[in-house]
Protein backbone atom coordinates (compact mmCIF):
# COMPACT_ATOMS: atom_id res chain seq x y z
CA UNK A 1 0.00 0.00 0.00
CA UNK A 2 2.81 2.38 1.07
CA UNK A 3 4.57 1.25 -2.73
CA UNK A 4 1.15 2.17 -4.03
CA UNK A 5 1.10 5.64 -2.39
CA UNK A 6 4.60 6.33 -4.03
CA UNK A 7 3.92 5.66 -7.17
CA UNK A 8 0.29 7.89 -7.17
CA UNK A 9 2.55 10.49 -6.10
CA UNK A 10 4.84 10.64 -8.67
CA UNK A 11 2.59 9.94 -11.27
CA UNK A 12 0.60 12.98 -9.70
CA UNK A 13 3.99 15.26 -10.14
CA UNK A 14 4.69 13.82 -13.41
CA UNK A 15 1.06 15.07 -14.91
CA UNK A 16 1.87 18.43 -12.93
CA UNK A 17 5.47 18.81 -14.36
CA UNK A 18 4.68 18.48 -17.72
CA UNK A 19 2.43 21.76 -18.26
CA UNK A 20 1.06 22.87 -21.58
CA UNK A 21 3.05 25.23 -23.68
CA UNK A 22 1.10 28.67 -23.93
CA UNK A 23 1.33 30.58 -26.85
CA UNK A 24 4.51 32.06 -27.93
CA UNK A 25 6.59 30.01 -25.50
CA UNK A 26 9.50 28.04 -26.17
CA UNK A 27 10.13 24.20 -25.34
CA UNK A 28 13.20 25.56 -22.61
CA UNK A 29 10.80 27.83 -20.61
CA UNK A 30 8.48 24.76 -20.44
CA UNK A 31 11.37 22.30 -19.16
CA UNK A 32 12.20 24.80 -16.72
CA UNK A 33 8.87 25.03 -15.46
CA UNK A 34 8.78 21.68 -15.21
CA UNK A 35 12.40 21.36 -13.29
CA UNK A 36 11.18 24.03 -10.79
CA UNK A 37 7.44 21.89 -9.81
CA UNK A 38 9.73 18.55 -9.42
CA UNK A 39 12.87 20.14 -7.69
CA UNK A 40 9.15 21.96 -5.18
CA UNK A 41 7.54 18.73 -5.34
CA UNK A 42 11.00 16.83 -3.61
CA UNK A 43 11.63 19.70 -1.21
CA UNK A 44 7.64 19.32 0.21
CA UNK A 45 8.35 15.03 1.00
CA UNK A 46 11.87 15.93 2.11
CA UNK A 47 10.23 18.56 4.89
CA UNK A 48 7.34 16.20 5.18
CA UNK A 49 10.00 13.10 6.26
CA UNK A 50 11.83 15.10 8.38
CA UNK A 51 9.02 16.83 10.34
CA UNK A 52 7.24 13.33 10.85
CA UNK A 53 10.63 12.18 11.85
CA UNK A 54 11.64 14.65 14.51
CA UNK A 55 7.41 14.41 15.81
CA UNK A 56 8.02 10.01 15.56
CA UNK A 57 5.65 9.07 13.69
CA UNK A 58 7.51 6.67 11.81
CA UNK A 59 5.04 5.38 9.71
CA UNK A 60 4.25 8.78 8.23
CA UNK A 61 7.84 9.35 7.51
CA UNK A 62 8.53 6.05 6.04
CA UNK A 63 5.81 6.87 3.66
CA UNK A 64 7.32 10.36 2.60
CA UNK A 65 10.81 8.62 2.31
CA UNK A 66 9.41 6.11 0.06
CA UNK A 67 8.38 8.44 -2.59
CA UNK A 68 11.65 10.13 -2.04
CA UNK A 69 12.89 6.45 -3.01
CA UNK A 70 10.51 5.90 -5.83
CA UNK A 71 11.02 9.89 -7.04
CA UNK A 72 15.40 9.62 -6.89
CA UNK A 73 15.88 5.78 -6.88
CA UNK A 74 19.69 6.25 -7.28
CA UNK A 75 19.73 8.52 -4.10
CA UNK A 76 21.60 6.43 -1.48
CA UNK A 77 20.44 9.86 1.02
CA UNK A 78 16.75 8.50 0.66
CA UNK A 79 17.46 5.24 0.26
CA UNK A 80 19.07 5.09 3.58
CA UNK A 81 16.67 7.46 5.57
CA UNK A 82 14.04 4.98 4.43
CA UNK A 83 15.96 1.45 5.95
CA UNK A 84 16.41 3.23 8.97
CA UNK A 85 12.91 4.27 9.94
CA UNK A 86 11.59 1.28 8.76
CA UNK A 87 13.89 -0.21 11.26
CA UNK A 88 12.85 2.24 14.13
CA UNK A 89 9.47 1.33 13.15
CA UNK A 90 9.87 -2.64 13.45
CA UNK A 91 12.30 -2.09 16.96
CA UNK A 92 9.13 -0.31 18.41
CA UNK A 93 6.63 -2.82 17.10
CA UNK A 94 9.01 -5.31 18.55
CA UNK A 95 8.74 -3.90 21.96
CA UNK A 96 5.38 -2.72 22.11
CA UNK A 97 3.37 -6.21 20.83
CA UNK A 98 5.00 -8.54 24.22
CA UNK A 99 3.57 -5.42 26.40
CA UNK A 100 0.46 -5.09 24.49
CA UNK A 101 0.04 -9.29 24.79
CA UNK A 102 0.92 -9.25 28.27
CA UNK A 103 -2.11 -6.67 29.32
CA UNK A 104 -4.28 -9.02 27.32
CA UNK A 105 -3.48 -12.27 29.20
CA UNK A 106 -4.00 -10.51 32.45
CA UNK A 107 -7.20 -9.86 31.16
CA UNK A 108 -6.50 -5.66 31.03
CA UNK A 109 -8.32 -5.38 27.71
CA UNK A 110 -8.35 -1.34 27.65
CA UNK A 111 -4.32 -1.15 28.00
CA UNK A 112 -3.84 -4.38 25.42
CA UNK A 113 -6.19 -2.44 23.03
CA UNK A 114 -4.53 1.01 23.08
CA UNK A 115 -1.53 -0.43 23.01
CA UNK A 116 -1.97 -2.74 19.84
CA UNK A 117 -3.11 1.06 18.37
CA UNK A 118 -0.25 1.76 18.84
CA UNK A 119 1.58 -0.87 17.29
CA UNK A 120 -0.69 -0.46 13.79
CA UNK A 121 -0.24 3.47 14.38
CA UNK A 122 3.58 2.27 13.20
CA UNK A 123 2.82 -0.59 11.35
CA UNK A 124 -0.86 -0.71 10.07
CA UNK A 125 -0.60 -3.79 7.67
CA UNK A 126 1.06 -5.34 11.38
CA UNK A 127 -1.31 -8.70 11.31
CA UNK A 128 -0.76 -9.76 14.77
CA UNK A 129 -2.04 -6.61 16.03
CA UNK A 130 -5.09 -6.45 13.86
CA UNK A 131 -5.88 -10.23 14.54
CA UNK A 132 -4.95 -9.31 18.26
CA UNK A 133 -7.82 -6.39 18.36
CA UNK A 134 -10.45 -8.66 16.85
CA UNK A 135 -10.04 -11.21 19.70
CA UNK A 136 -10.19 -8.44 22.52
CA UNK A 137 -13.67 -7.40 20.73
CA UNK A 138 -14.76 -10.78 21.22
CA UNK A 139 -13.72 -11.17 24.87
CA UNK A 140 -14.81 -7.94 25.53
CA UNK A 141 -18.42 -9.05 23.81
CA UNK A 142 -18.71 -12.47 25.69
CA UNK A 143 -17.96 -10.66 28.97
CA UNK A 144 -20.80 -8.48 28.73
CA UNK A 145 -22.97 -10.94 27.65
CA UNK A 146 -21.53 -13.13 30.29
CA UNK A 147 -22.15 -10.71 32.98
CA UNK A 148 -25.96 -9.52 32.29
CA UNK A 149 -26.93 -13.37 32.45
CA UNK A 150 -24.72 -13.76 35.65
CA UNK A 151 -27.07 -11.19 37.37
CA UNK A 152 -30.24 -12.63 35.97
CA UNK A 153 -29.39 -15.91 37.06
CA UNK A 154 -28.78 -14.88 40.80
CA UNK A 155 -32.03 -13.25 41.10
CA UNK A 156 -34.68 -15.17 42.77
CA UNK A 157 -38.52 -14.96 42.62
CA UNK A 158 -40.20 -13.91 45.50
CA UNK A 159 -41.58 -17.22 47.49
CA UNK A 160 -42.88 -16.18 50.69
CA UNK A 161 -46.36 -18.53 50.67
CA UNK A 162 -43.94 -21.96 50.09
CA UNK A 163 -43.26 -23.85 53.09
CA UNK A 164 -39.46 -23.76 53.43
CA UNK A 165 -39.06 -27.30 52.36
CA UNK A 166 -40.67 -26.33 49.47
CA UNK A 167 -38.78 -23.20 48.83
CA UNK A 168 -35.72 -24.90 49.00
CA UNK A 169 -36.68 -27.85 46.31
CA UNK A 170 -37.78 -24.91 44.26
CA UNK A 171 -34.74 -22.54 44.62
CA UNK A 172 -32.84 -25.59 43.27
CA UNK A 173 -34.66 -26.50 40.74
CA UNK A 174 -35.13 -22.67 39.22
CA UNK A 175 -31.03 -22.20 39.80
CA UNK A 176 -30.73 -25.52 37.98
CA UNK A 177 -33.03 -24.62 34.69
CA UNK A 178 -31.75 -20.65 34.36
CA UNK A 179 -28.14 -21.65 34.79
CA UNK A 180 -28.93 -24.25 31.76
CA UNK A 181 -30.27 -21.73 29.77
CA UNK A 182 -27.92 -19.15 30.35
CA UNK A 183 -25.37 -22.03 29.79
CA UNK A 184 -27.04 -22.46 26.38
CA UNK A 185 -27.16 -18.71 25.59
CA UNK A 186 -22.82 -18.62 26.23
CA UNK A 187 -22.70 -21.84 24.01
CA UNK A 188 -24.65 -19.52 21.12
CA UNK A 189 -27.33 -22.32 20.93
CA UNK A 190 -29.49 -18.76 21.83
CA UNK A 191 -33.26 -20.76 20.38
CA UNK A 192 -32.78 -23.57 22.93
CA UNK A 193 -31.95 -21.36 25.63
CA UNK A 194 -35.28 -19.13 24.84
CA UNK A 195 -37.36 -22.59 24.21
CA UNK A 196 -36.29 -23.35 27.68
CA UNK A 197 -37.35 -20.71 28.75
CA UNK A 198 -40.44 -19.88 27.23
CA UNK A 199 -41.74 -23.14 28.56
CA UNK A 200 -40.42 -22.06 32.50
CA UNK A 201 -42.62 -18.39 32.29
CA UNK A 202 -45.59 -20.48 30.93
CA UNK A 203 -45.97 -22.56 33.45
CA UNK A 204 -45.07 -19.16 35.78
CA UNK A 205 -45.79 -16.14 34.33
CA UNK A 206 -44.40 -14.37 37.92
CA UNK A 207 -41.42 -15.82 37.01
CA UNK A 208 -38.94 -12.69 37.54
CA UNK A 209 -35.89 -13.78 37.04
CA UNK A 210 -36.50 -16.15 34.07
CA UNK A 211 -38.77 -13.40 32.28
CA UNK A 212 -35.63 -10.85 32.65
CA UNK A 213 -33.33 -13.52 30.89
CA UNK A 214 -35.66 -13.99 28.33
CA UNK A 215 -35.88 -10.55 27.49
CA UNK A 216 -32.22 -10.30 27.19
CA UNK A 217 -32.10 -13.18 25.16
CA UNK A 218 -35.35 -11.51 22.92
CA UNK A 219 -32.79 -8.31 22.47
CA UNK A 220 -29.76 -10.61 21.52
CA UNK A 221 -31.44 -12.72 18.88
CA UNK A 222 -32.98 -9.35 17.53
CA UNK A 223 -29.51 -8.53 16.77
CA UNK A 224 -28.41 -11.71 14.37
CA UNK A 225 -32.18 -11.30 12.78
CA UNK A 226 -30.85 -7.73 11.36
CA UNK A 227 -27.74 -8.66 10.41
CA UNK A 228 -29.87 -11.11 8.15
CA UNK A 229 -31.54 -7.83 7.26
CA UNK A 230 -34.76 -9.01 8.63
CA UNK A 231 -36.21 -6.09 10.26
CA UNK A 232 -40.18 -7.07 11.05
CA UNK A 233 -38.42 -10.07 12.52
CA UNK A 234 -35.89 -7.75 14.44
CA UNK A 235 -39.17 -5.85 15.36
CA UNK A 236 -41.48 -8.47 16.39
CA UNK A 237 -38.43 -9.58 18.75
CA UNK A 238 -38.34 -6.22 20.81
CA UNK A 239 -41.95 -6.27 20.87
CA UNK A 240 -41.30 -9.62 22.86
CA UNK A 241 -38.71 -7.98 24.99
CA UNK A 242 -40.51 -5.24 25.78
CA UNK A 243 -43.71 -6.81 26.51
CA UNK A 244 -41.45 -8.88 29.22
CA UNK A 245 -39.69 -5.76 30.78
CA UNK A 246 -42.06 -2.34 29.88
CA UNK A 247 -38.93 -0.82 31.86
CA UNK A 248 -36.20 -1.11 29.58
CA UNK A 249 -36.08 2.22 27.93
CA UNK A 250 -33.00 1.04 25.31
CA UNK A 251 -35.16 -1.58 24.29
CA UNK A 252 -38.07 0.76 23.69
CA UNK A 253 -35.81 3.58 21.88
CA UNK A 254 -34.50 0.75 19.61
CA UNK A 255 -37.39 -0.67 18.51
CA UNK A 256 -38.88 3.06 17.80
CA UNK A 257 -35.91 3.42 15.56
CA UNK A 258 -36.57 0.40 13.67
CA UNK A 259 -40.34 0.88 13.30
CA UNK A 260 -39.73 4.35 12.23
CA UNK A 261 -37.00 3.00 9.41
CA UNK A 262 -39.63 0.67 8.16
CA UNK A 263 -41.89 2.71 7.96
CA UNK A 264 -39.43 5.17 5.91
CA UNK A 265 -38.88 2.10 4.20
CA UNK A 266 -42.13 1.46 2.98
CA UNK A 267 -42.97 5.18 2.01
CA UNK A 268 -39.63 5.57 -0.55
CA UNK A 269 -41.10 2.10 -2.01
CA UNK A 270 -44.43 3.38 -2.96
CA UNK A 271 -42.68 6.38 -4.13
CA UNK A 272 -41.56 4.44 -6.54
Given at each position: MRRLVAWLCVGALAGCAAPRLPPGATPDA???ASTAAFSAFEQQYRDRASTAQRQGHLADAAVAWEVLTVLRPESR??????????????VAVA????????AQRRGDLESATQAYL??????PDSLPAADALRSIERERVKRQQLGRL????????GNEAMSPNDKVASAGADRNELEHAAILARQGEIDSAIGLLERRIAADRNDRAARNMLADL?????????????????I????KSLRLDASDARVAERL????AAAAQKAVDAKRR
Open positions: ATGEYRDALAETRRQINERLPRAAQGVLALQSRLTLARRYERKADDVLAARDTPGAALLEKQLR
